[in-house]
């Protein structure tokens, strides 16, 4: 290296330092680890901002769906109140309203003579199977 040197350079320069025309390791190396650490970053930044999303999906909240839909809307807006609004939702429990109202319901019905709807929250009756002629089979 010392027969490419310019006369006006040190006569000591760094080990970093590359002769013309060579490849700069130091270069390579710094942007390997620059890439590394910037897909490192992105991958924590992309799992704090869906927790509370996965928090929901765990306990099997009603309110998935409205914190899911707040978490894609603080990623995209980049407005930290809907997240911070999400996380609050997947923490909380909210009252479940539609089965007394439904039970209520069938309830009102009964009393007024007419057949209760069926509950849609409950699988279907099965039925016995049908014969050939339509008589139903009892086992």
Same mark, same amino acid.
């Not at 429990?93 to 319901?105: C, N, Q, W, Y």
């Given at each position: 290296?010392? =027969?490419?040197?310019? %006369?006006?350079?040190p006569h000591h $320069?760094?080990?970093?330092?590359?002769?013309?025309? =060579?490849?700069?390791?130091?270069? #390579?190396? +710094?942007? *390997?680890?620059?890439? &590394?650490?910037?897909? /490192? +970053?992105?991958n924590i930044y992309?799992?704090?901002?869906?927790?509370?999303?996965?928090? &929901?999906?765990?306990?099997?909240?009603?309110?998935?769906? *409205? #914190?899911? #839909?707040?978490?894609? $809307?603080?990623?995209f807006t980049h407005?930290? $109140?809907?997240?911070? *609004?999400?996380?609050?939702?997947?923490?909380?429990?909210? %009252?479940? /309203?539609?089965?007394?109202?439904?039970?209520? &319901?069938?309830? #009102?019905?009964?009393?007024?003579?007419?057949?209760?709807?069926?509950? !849609?929250?409950? !699988?279907?009756?099965?039925?016995? !199977?049908?014969?050939?002629?339509?008589?139903?089979?009892?086992?």
């Amino acid at each position: 290296m010392s =027969d490419s040197l310019h %006369p006006a350079a040190p006569h000591h $320069l760094p080990g970093f330092i590359t002769a013309p025309g =060579d490849t700069d390791i130091l270069m #390579v190396v +710094v942007g *390997i680890i620059l890439l &590394a650490a910037i897909l /490192f +970053v992105g991958n924590i930044y992309l799992k704090i901002h869906s927790l509370p999303e996965r928090m &929901a999906h765990k306990s099997q909240k009603l309110q998935f769906e *409205i #914190v899911a #839909v707040l978490c894609l $809307l603080a990623l995209f807006t980049h407005n930290h $109140l809907f997240w911070v *609004i999400a996380l609050l939702l997947a923490l909380v429990d909210l %009252p479940d /309203f539609s089965t007394p109202l439904r039970s209520i &319901a069938g309830s #009102v019905q009964k009393m007024a003579g007419v057949k209760p709807d069926a509950d !849609p929250s409950e !699988p279907p009756a099965e039925t016995p !199977p049908v014969n050939k002629n339509g008589d139903q089979r009892h086992a």
